[in-house]
């Protein structure tokens, strides 16, 4: 029952970590991404087109280059994340 949610999180913090790396090393290609990461090449290829789809991320001929979303997105994560968490909150304190 919880594995989805587990494996949605995982994800997202995975998303986040590779956005932040091409943030900070733009422009950057997956396999450079993985080294630092310490992640699989599809599964950081994955991200990378789950970024673009989004417009936060684009290609470049040298590597992914983040946009000017990225920033938006990432300022705008935890406003969107904290109502999430606080009803995780509300499920644990029913226990």
Known sequence: MLSNLED?????????????LVIKNQPIGII???KLSKLPTHKVR????MLERNGIIRPSPR?????????????????KLK?????????????
């Not at 994955?46 to 087109?49: A, C, D, E, M």
């Not at 109502?83 to 226990?95: D, T």
């Open 63 to 79: 590597g992914a280059v983040s946009t000017n979303e990225a920033k938006k997105f990432l300022g705008a994560l935890p406003s």
């Open 83 to 95: 109502p999430m968490a606080g009803r995780l909150q509300e499920v644990i304190s029913l226990l």
């Open 32 to 34: 450079r991404l993985a």
């Open 8 to 20: 949605e999180i995982e994800l997202i913090r995975r998303h986040v970590k590779i956005l932040k």
């Open 46 to 49: 994955y991200s990378l087109r």
